[in-house]
C-alpha cells in the first residue's frame, strides 16, 4: 500500500519542505516538522466504519492515516504495538467525586511503554529510506522501544542513554541486543551526541522531537482514543479532557497531530481538551504555557519522573500548542504527589512508572484546584510500567512485614 | 450465564467429588482434583466457530468451557488477562536448522506473566463462593498476579512469599495494595503456611497445584493455542509440540487439562505433544518421569529460575502425566543455558524472565539432542517478563560501554 505522506510543515515557520529537501527539522529556522497527508485521498478511499473493522489489533490498523507503506515484521513484536486497553476507573471516579473517568494502559505495549508506537513508525519509515542503523537518545524507553521493535525485525539500533538510568531500562536495551552506550551526562547529553553520531556515521536518527515520524506514531494512541468513544457514545469525544505526563513535549503533541488529522478528515468534529502533566523539577514547557509564551527556557531537571526528566524539551512549542488550542492546559506536580499516584493506580491493578502516574497526579490536582469539574469525563494515559522502575515503586509503599514461616509467628504480626 | 461445572475428581483414586464436598483436594488421598464439566450440554450450545467469533479479546472468550459463571471485573485488567500474541520466531528457527517455530508471549499479561489466567478464574470463583480474603502462596508471580486482580475488583488478598523473591515481584505485590508477608523460608515453607493461614482464619486459598480452579485458568493457554492453530492451519494441532517450564507441574497440567477437554468435545482429534523443561536444580517432577514412576521426590532447589525454583512440586503427578500422554517428554537445562535463552530471546525482541526462556533452552536441547526433528512444528511459551528479575538479565549480557557525551569520546570506543 502507498502511504498517503505529502511533506512537511514547519511548525515555526509555516514552511512546507517536501520529503527529499529534509529528512529531520525545519533547515530555516530548526523548528519540529508536521507531517502532511493527503486528506482529500484518504477520504476518497476510506470511512471510519472500515478503519473499526479491521481485523488488525494493533496501531496499524490505523496504517490508511500513517505515513508509512508497510508495517513489515508481520508475526512480531513490531507488529503488535499500540491498540492499548482502556480500563474504567470507578473506584478512582468515586474517590474524587468523579462521574467517569477511564485510564489507557501504554504499560501493556510490547516493550512497557508509550514510546512503542513511535519505534514502530520510525522502524517502518527507515526500511523505507534503506537505513543500515537507527539510533536514538532515550532516558531509557524510548531505547528500550526502538531496541526492543529493532531485534523483532533485524535491525540494527544504536542507543545513547544517560548512565543514571534505572537498571531495568538498561537491561532491556542490552537484551535486546542493541549497542548501548551509556553517556555520563545527562539525556539531553545524549541527544545532542546522538545527532552528531548520525550526521557523521549516516545513521538514521530516531530522536524524539527531531524525528518527524515520532510524532505520527505517538498520534496513533489518539486514534485509538477517538475509536474507543466512538464505541462508547458516537460524537461525544469533545467533553472528554485527555491527561498525559509530559517531558520532552512530544508525546502531547503526538496526541494533538492524531486528533488535527481526525479534524482534517471531517471525521470528528471537536477535539477533546489535552491537559499536560509535567513534573515540579522538569517544568519547562508548562512555565512557557503559563507565561503566555511559545520560548521554551531550559531547566536544570530533577525529578523521580526519569522518563520526563528533560532539561530542554525539544518539542516544547508544539507541545504548547496542544494543551492551547485543544482547550486544556498544564499542570505541574511534586515528585511526593507522583509517588501517591503509583500507589493511587496500583490499587485498581495498574502498575505505572513514576511518568505513567504523573498524568493521575497532575488530574487529583485539577480536580482539587477545580480545574476540572467532576461531572467532567476524563482518559488518563499510564505511559510505562512500573516494572521498569522498581526503587521508585518502592518508596511508593510500606516495606512488606518479614515473619518466620509458621502460624504462630504469623498470628503476632496479624493486626 | 450458569457454568457447566459438574463436579471434581482426584487425579489420583479416581473418586468424583461434588463441590460441596470439597475445597481443594482430595478428602481420602490429598490428590490434585480436575474439574470436571458437563460436555455434553457444552457440545449442545457451543460450536467452536461461535467461540472463536466472540468479541472478547481476552481469556473470557472460552467461558462456555470454565467452571465459572461469569467473569465480573468489566473494563478492569482482570477481564483483560490472557489472549496473548503468538509470535513467528524465523531467525531463531534458521539458527537451530527448524521449519516451524512460534513464541506465545505470556509477558503480555495484564501483571506481565502467565499466572493472571489462574488468578483470574480463582477470583471469579471466589466471588461465586463469597470469599472475603483470597490468599496465595507465591514466589512472585502468582502472588502479583492475585494481587492485581484483585486489586483491579477491590477484593482483599494476602500474599505469603519468600522474602529471597527478586525486588520486582515483591514491588509489585505491595504496589497493588495486597497484604505481603515476606516469609524466612523457601516457596515450601509459604505454601505450607498459607494452607494453615486459610484454615485458620477462613481466608479462600488460590495456592497453585492445591486450588483445583487455577488449572482451569490456565488451561485457557491451551486454548488460545488450538484457535491460533485453527486459524493458521485447520485439524493440524498433532504435529505440534508445546515446549513450556516447569516448576510445582501446574502450568503444564493446566495446558495439558485444556487439551483434554478439547478431546472430550470431540473438537480436536489429537492433542499436541507436551514437553516440560525444568531447571537442573529444580527437578523433581523430571527426574519422576525419566524413572517412570509417579511418586514425586522432593529435592532442595537451586537456580536463577525463581519461579520454577520448587522443593516439592505440588502438581507433580498431573505434570509428569501430561508429558507421557501426550507423547511428549521432560527436558532438564542449566542455569547458563537458562541465561544464554534469555539473550536468544531478546534478539528477536522478547525480553523473558528466567523461568520463562527456560522453555526456548529445552528446546535448543531438544533439537540438539534429536529429540525433536528439524521439521517438527514447535511453539514455545515464554511464561514472564524480563523486567520482574532484571538482576539475572544483567546476567545474561555484557555491561555496556560508559563514555563521555562527546563525538571524540564515541570515536575512541566505536571499534
Redesign the interface.
Known sequence: MQSDLLDYQCSLCGKNYSIEETTYTCPGDGGNLDVILDYANINKQFQPKSIFSSSE?SLWRYLPLLPVNDPGG?????H?AGYT?V??AN?LADKLGMDFLWVK?ES?N???SFKDRASAIVLARGREIGAEVIVTASTGNAGAALA???????QKAVIFAP?TAP??K????????AK??????TYD??F??TI??SD?FGWYCRNTGYNPFTTEGKKTAALEIWEWMENLQPGLLRPLSVFVSVGDGNIISGLHKGFKDLMQLGWIESMPRIFGVQAEGSAAIARAYFEGTENITAVTAKTIADSISVDLPRDGVRAVRAARESGGGYIVVSDEAILSA??EL??????AEPAGATAYAGLVKAIQSDLIKPDEPVLVINTG????D?RA??Q???E????????EA?KR?ID
Open positions: 489489533h508481520m508475526g512480531t513484536p513490531l503488535k486497553p480500563y474504567t473506584r494502559d501493556r510490547p516493550t512497557a526492543g521493535m529493532a531485534a523483532a525485525i533485524g548512565r537498571p531495568a538498561i537491561a532491556q536495551l542490552l537484551i535486546f541486543g548501548v552506550y551509556l553517556v555520563d551526562g547529553d545524549a545532542d551526541l552528531q553520531a557523521e503509583i500507589a496500583g490499587r485498581i491493578g495498574i502498575f510500567s512500573g516494572l521498569k522498581v515503586a518502592m511508593a509503599v510500606i512488606p512485614v518479614i515473619i518466620d514461616p509458621t502460624l504469623l504480626v
